[in-house]
């Protein structure tokens, strides 16, 4: 009798094992990935000052879809605000955001750096559909008060 008793109680054991594998099975099998959205025209700010070139890619509401810098990229020094540090960062910037399959664009230039005209031909050679291209540079109209003149 006691034969018994352990017997079934092994049953029991293994169709509950056999029932938590089961269970652990269904947690182990990889749910459907969600979808990245879709985006197929977009933003893109380029500020350009002396010291450093970054490049900002938005969709049209203006949530960042990904963005760069040279100095992110390890440039230091003089080397960040170069043309050639352009153009990387935009190549940066474009495999960042391949997965939302990002086509058009409207360029948005800002500053006076040597990297302007690079980044934006490297936009277009990166595969993107340039729509419009404006200069959004601040000009100061008449500036802060000059400074007193001295008087020697």
């Avoid at 980044?119 to 419009?132: C, P």
């Amino acid at each position: 009798m006691p034969e018994e008793v352990t017997t079934t109680e092994k049953k029991a054991a293994a169709e509950e094992g056999m029932a938590k594998a089961g269970a652990n099975d269904a947690a182990l099998v990889k749910k459907a990935k969600k979808p990245k959205r879709q985006v197929l025209k977009g933003r893109a700010n380029i500020q350009c000052t002396y010291n450093n070139t970054i490049v900002t890619l938005t969709d049209l509401n203006g949530a960042v879809l990904g963005w760069s810098s040279s100095g992110h990229l390890s440039f230091k020094g003089a080397k960040k605000s170069t043309p050639y540090a352009a153009t990387q960062v935009v190549a940066d910037v474009s495999e960042k955001v391949k997965k939302y399959g990002l086509q058009e664009l409207e360029v948005f230039v800002k500053g006076v750096g040597s990297g302007r005209e690079a980044s934006i031909r490297a936009l277009s050679n990166n595969g993107f559909n340039l729509t419009s291209i404006k200069d959004i540079t601040p000009i100061p109209h008449n500036g802060c008060r000059p400074r007193r003149p001295r008087r020697i």
